[in-house]
């Protein structure tokens, strides 16, 4: 079953840290680009950060600097180190391929950030 399972959210306040981690199996992560995602509510989902199946990161203009994104192909996992958290980073984040044809969209998981 074609899977992505997103954890590690939680409330915390401004100027907080948080590492989210995404599972799947192998035929998701293998030689494929990865993204982070999230959704504020009432507003799109946004790619946040992606990472290549060689491990480079590119990042969203709003995150840079304080998000890390990394992979760990051995567990089929990606992770998004999250620093300096902001109200405005509240949403449900979700994991995908990059690019499309996405897997089916895991359940996310929820971040919220308190003034």
């Known amino acids: 079953q074609v899977q992505l399972v997103e954890s590690g959210g939680g409330l915390v306040q401004a100027g907080g840290s948080l590492r989210l981690s995404c599972a799947g199996s192998a035929m998701i992560f293998t030689a494929k680009s990865m993204g982070w995602f999230r959704q504020a509510p009432g507003k799109q989902r946004e790619l946040v950060a992606s990472?290549?199946?060689?491990?480079?990161?590119n990042y969203a203009d709003s995150v840079k600097g304080r998000f890390t994104i990394s992979r760990d192909d051995r567990s089929n996992t990606v992770y998004l180190q999250m620093n300096s958290l902001t109200p405005e980073d509240t949403a449900v984040y979700y994991c995908n391929r990059l690019l499309r044809p996405y897997v089916a969209w895991g359940q996310g998981t929820q971040v919220t950030v308190s003034p």
């Open positions: 990472i290549t199946s060689g491990g480079y990161g």
